[in-house]
């Protein structure tokens, strides 16, 4: 018998490691490979697996996320098909959402006026794929009452998440949240198994669980209260998303874009020949925005000389509404309405909505913000001390200009 699922989605955070992308918008509204959002991926998760019941839980400087989903989410509402954006109400007192648990329990009504077998709590601010009715299979068949999503990353990483001991048979055994000396798994030395941070609970426990949580003094959150309370008592399972499968698909992808070298790195992980993270496959489309923007457009084919132009893109992602006018790019994520003018060159870099790059001018490992104007001749990411007072620069040498940065002529 086919469960109904309620999924909650939770889309409040503040992003703080995000800055100063975060400045202005929440995490889960950051534009991502051109011509998404990154709450984009866990919305066509949920409308892939056949859930289209779904509460997006709002709070940090959400006006820009608001517009999104509202725009480009608008499920059947005859078909009882939604994805209700939540604001934080303050319904249980005079508290903001005080960690992801308490999130959840300040909207319990939620659950209790849709009545679902089944709830997924699951974060907005990663990049994957994932067949949810595969997890609520597993769920089902193991009798769990709850059961979370994990990951294997290397112990290096693995002090940013819970990181999960389980036996022979997925049963969660032992949970830390954020370790200072994470657990290696057993037969792979130097990995940690750790939590994603998606949660499948049967309703009623669920409810149960939260107001439990709620008389306690603690962090009301899932990864220090509520799971560490109950895998001892109750049966936990894990869910190895690595067997998790796409149709069209071999590999499992998932990256906590959390920083902004992450953020970096797995927009540069689409421009490759091969990606890991396929845009592309039909039999799992990823919906997003319709714009109603024009083609890219790429204009000069000057014969070689020393004025030579051409407008050009080499291993790189160009969204619609672009305008690639006599200048190059390279290894970059375009997002639409960019503008890239004669002799200039963009290198592995990621363009925000509606910037223009003037004439000659020259960007390298750099996140343009929507909107920036950069002028004729300027450099923006080959001189890193200067790039320092004028504008961000991360530990790993990639430059951010944030929104609203008026970048001065060059001399």
Same mark, same amino acid.
């Given at each position: 018998?086919?469960?109904?699922?309620?999924?909650?989605?939770?889309?409040?955070?503040?992003?703080?490691?995000?800055?100063?992308?975060?400045?202005?918008?929440?995490?889960?509204?950051?534009?991502?490979?051109?011509?998404?959002?990154?709450?984009?991926?866990?919305?066509?998760?949920?409308?892939?697996?056949?859930?289209?019941?779904?509460?997006?839980?709002?709070?940090?400087?959400?006006?820009?996320?608001?517009?999104?989903?509202?725009?480009?989410?608008?499920?059947?509402?005859?078909?009882?098909?939604?994805?209700?954006?939540?604001?934080?109400?303050?319904?249980?007192?005079?508290?903001?959402?005080?960690?992801?648990?308490?999130?959840?329990?300040?909207?319990?009504?939620?659950?209790?006026?849709?009545?679902?077998?089944?709830?997924?709590?699951?974060?907005?601010?990663?990049?994957?794929?994932?067949?949810?009715?595969?997890?609520?299979?597993?769920?089902?068949?193991?009798?769990?009452?709850?059961?979370?999503?994990?990951?294997?990353?290397?112990?290096?990483?693995?002090?940013?998440?819970?990181?999960?001991?389980?036996?022979?048979?997925?049963?969660?055994?032992?949970?830390?949240?954020?370790?200072?000396?994470?657990?290696?798994?057993?037969?792979?030395?130097?990995?940690?198994?750790?939590?994603?941070?998606?949660?499948?609970?049967?309703?009623?426990?669920?409810?149960?669980?939260?107001?439990?949580?709620?008389?306690?003094?603690?962090?009301?959150?899932?990864?220090?209260?509520?799971?560490?309370?109950?895998?001892?008592?109750?049966?936990?399972?894990?869910?190895?998303?690595?067997?998790?499968?796409?149709?069209?698909?071999?590999?499992?992808?998932?990256?906590?874009?959390?920083?902004?070298?992450?953020?970096?790195?797995?927009?540069?992980?689409?421009?490759?020949?091969?990606?890991?993270?396929?845009?592309?496959?039909?039999?799992?489309?990823?919906?997003?925005?319709?714009?109603?923007?024009?083609?890219?457009?790429?204009?000069?084919?000057?014969?070689?000389? &020393?004025? !030579? +132009?051409? =407008?050009?893109? $080499?291993?790189?992602?160009?969204?619609?509404?672009?305008?690639?006018? *006599? /200048?190059? %790019?390279?290894?970059?994520?375009?997002?639409?309405?960019?503008?890239?003018?004669?002799?200039?060159?963009?290198?592995?870099?990621?363009?925000?909505?509606?910037?223009?790059?003037?004439?000659?001018?020259?960007?390298?490992?750099?996140?343009?913000?929507?909107?920036?104007?950069?002028? &004729?001749? !300027? +450099?923006? =990411?080959?001189? $890193?001390?200067?790039?320092?007072?004028?504008?961000?620069?991360?530990? *790993? /040498?990639? %430059?951010?200009?944030?929104?609203?940065?008026?970048?001065?002529?060059?001399?």
């Amino acid at each position: 018998m086919q469960r109904k699922t309620l999924g909650m989605i939770m889309a409040g955070g503040q992003g703080s490691r995000l800055q100063p992308l975060t400045s202005e918008r929440a995490k889960p509204a950051v534009h991502f490979g051109g011509k998404y959002r990154i709450i984009d991926f866990v919305l066509n998760n949920f409308v892939n697996s056949g859930i289209h019941k779904i509460k997006l839980l709002t709070q940090f400087k959400s006006d820009s996320l608001n517009r999104h989903v509202q725009t480009a989410w608008a499920l059947n509402r005859t078909l009882d098909q939604y994805v209700d954006l939540v604001p934080a109400q303050m319904r249980t007192g005079t508290e903001w959402y005080r960690g992801t648990a308490d999130a959840i329990y300040q909207n319990v009504n939620l659950i209790t006026d849709e009545r679902p077998d089944l709830v997924a709590v699951f974060g907005g601010d990663h990049i994957y794929k994932m067949d949810l009715t595969q997890m609520i299979d597993f769920h089902l068949a193991k009798g769990a009452l709850c059961s979370v999503s994990a990951f294997p990353v290397p112990v290096a990483e693995a002090t940013e998440f819970g990181v999960i001991e389980i036996d022979e048979d997925g049963r969660m055994i032992g949970f830390e949240e954020k370790p200072a000396q994470p657990k290696h798994m057993p037969g792979r030395p130097g990995w940690a198994l750790a939590s994603m941070g998606n949660y499948l609970f049967h309703s009623k426990f669920l409810v149960r669980e939260l107001l439990a949580d709620a008389q306690k003094t603690s962090a009301h959150d899932f990864g220090k209260d509520i799971i560490p309370a109950i895998y001892h008592n109750y049966p936990v399972y894990v869910y190895d998303y690595t067997q998790n499968r796409i149709p069209g698909e071999t590999n499992s992808y998932w990256r906590d874009v959390g920083t902004l070298e992450a953020f970096f790195e797995a927009n540069m992980d689409l421009v490759k020949v091969t990606p890991e993270f396929d845009l592309y496959n039909p039999k799992w489309p990823l919906r997003t925005i319709n714009l109603n923007a024009p083609p890219a457009k790429f204009v000069f084919s000057d014969e070689p000389g &020393e004025n !030579a +132009r051409r =407008g050009q893109a $080499l291993d790189s992602m160009i969204s619609a509404g672009c305008i690639i006018s *006599g /200048g190059t %790019v390279e290894q970059s994520v375009l997002a639409p309405y960019c503008h890239i003018h004669s002799w200039a060159k963009v290198e592995e870099s990621i363009l925000f909505p509606d910037v223009q790059v003037g004439r000659h001018a020259m960007v390298r490992k750099a996140i343009i913000e929507k909107g920036v104007k950069i002028p &004729e001749g !300027a +450099r923006i =990411g080959f001189d $890193l001390a200067r790039d320092a007072e004028r504008f961000h620069v991360t530990e *790993g /040498g990639i %430059v951010v200009v944030p929104k609203g940065t008026i970048i001065q002529p060059e001399k």
